[in-house]
């Protein structure tokens, strides 16, 4: 997946500011977004955080090496008596100690807490990098969404535009008869409003694509006053099969960070029960020490050598601590089982909502197809009709009325078809461009 998002934000790089008067295309459109995207970069880098964590030393499993030194000047009154009769009384002596030591250890035995945290630790990468995927899957569907409604909000035009030819044939027409003395001023404004009002519209849905457009922008991270421009249609595929969708549902990136989540949990408990265990620490290193003093009975004294040890530490009683750590730890695990299950429900009953309602617009696309044809047919009829005076101006009304209707439902089936195919795929965690 990680060789698949470099691919995708590659193919990115040759876009700029140029380039904004250009047909924007999807898969120009996926590129941008998953290359500027913030929360791309974030969840890249909780990635690159998990990788650095990642490391056998910070399981605890590398040596332990250690130096210190220090060195103390002190000035001294001695007072000492010594059995063999002597007294030795002096005020400000000085004395000098000296401290040096390096020292190194490496932990031998802990339960196999070191294993599990090294375990633990991986997984933890693991999960990020499914909450990346899953991030990129989120950011394609809402892109592929906001530029399928640009299209929809288009295609809204183009209806009308048709809508609009008709209107201007129509009151062409009534203007030629009123020339004749056929029609009267009534129809001649009637037919300018109807006319005025579609171009109201068309404006209208001029602002909805304008700010489409600025939110698209919004999700590629581009200025939102870019120039955009967009020519594409909406085509959606017939072909998904909803068992195809649902044995898919093991490879959603949630579903799968959930699955990381349990064995994160289960680690965690081990981690916790080797609490529990002896543990044992060889030591080894070289020690210097000097101390020298001005008066007393040792002037001198000075030890350096290596030194070699074994540590083992026993828990024996702490209140029952660690054990109580372990079974909530235990109960983690449960919760986390339990955390998968309830998304797995969710995401099963919402693919198949997603796909009853994919269907279901699948099913209706021929007839409104069909009606789309039919209306525009029966428009065309209407006019000339209209033009023959075997039509009045409600007939065409109605049939203008009747072509609107079919060809915005006609836009929103294929809208609606496209939508829900986007969901499906991404909840079985396929998007592609």
């Known amino acids: 997946m990680k060789q698949q998002i470099i691919c995708l934000m590659i193919f990115a790089g040759s876009f700029c500011t140029s380039h904004a008067q250009d047909t924007l295309r999807l898969e120009d459109a996926i590129n941008i977004a998953l290359k500027n995207s913030l929360d791309i970069q974030i969840a890249n880098n909780r990635i690159k955080a998990a990788s650095i964590y990642n490391n056998y030393g910070y399981a605890g499993g590398w040596p332990l090496v250690t130096g210190g030194f220090s060195n103390t000047e002190q000035i001294n009154t001695v007072n000492q008596k010594l059995n ?8 400000g002596t000085s004395a000098n100690i000296i401290n040096a030591n390096i020292t190194g250890s490496i932990l031998l035995y802990n339960g196999g807490k070191i294993v599990a945290t090294k375990k633990r630790l991986a997984q933890l990468e693991l999960q990020s990098k499914e909450q990346l995927n899953a991030q990129v899957q989120n950011i394609m569907a809402s892109v592929m969404l ?48 109807d006319l005025n009002v579609l171009q109201q519209s068309k404006l209208a ?32 595929d017939p072909s998904i099969v909803l068992d195809s969708i649902l044995n898919s549902l093991h490879k959603n990136a949630d579903i799968r960070a959930a699955q990381n989540q349990i064995n994160i949990s289960e680690l965690v ?11 044992i620490r060889a030591t080894t290193g070289y020690v210097f020490s ?12 000075q030890n350096y050598g290596p030194t070699v040890g074994l540590a083992l530490t026993v828990p024996i009683f702490n209140g029952g601590i660690y054990k109580r750590q372990q079974r909530v730890a235990q109960l983690d695990v449960e919760n986390a089982k339990l955390e998968k299950e309830i998304l797995w429900r969710d995401y099963a009953a919402q693919v198949v909502k997603q796909f009853q309602a994919y269907s279901n617009t699948i099913n209706q696309l021929d007839t409104a197809k069909s009606n789309y044809v039919l209306s525009g047919k029966l428009l065309d009829l209407t006019l000339l009709r209209f033009q023959l005076k075997q039509a009045t101006n409600v007939e065409v009304k109605n049939a203008q009325q009747s072509f609107e209707e079919s060809g915005f439902r006609l836009v929103n089936l294929n809208y609606a078809a496209k ?13 592609s461009l």
């Open 84 to 91: 063999s009769g002597t007294d030795i009384n002096r005020n």
């Open 146 to 193: 906001a530029y399928y409604d640009i299209v929809r909000q288009q295609d809204y035009i183009k209806t009308i535009d048709r809508s609009i030819d008709a209107s201007s044939q129509q009151l062409e027409i009534v203007k030629l008869r009123q020339k004749v003395g056929l029609a009267n001023n009534a129809d001649v404004f009637q037919a300018q409003i």
């Open 205 to 236: 849905q001029q602002l909805v694509v304008q700010q489409s457009g600025a939110e698209l922008m919004r999700l590629l991270t581009l200025n939102p006053d870019s120039a955009i421009h967009i020519r594409d249609t909406i085509i959606p």
């Open 269 to 279: 408990v081990k981690e916790t029960a080797a609490q529990r265990y002896p543990s």
């Open 290 to 301: 000097r101390n020298q003093a001005g008066a007393g009975n040792i002037l001198l004294n």
């Open 419 to 431: 939508a829900a195919e986007i969901e499906l795929r991404r909840l079985a965690n396929n998007l």
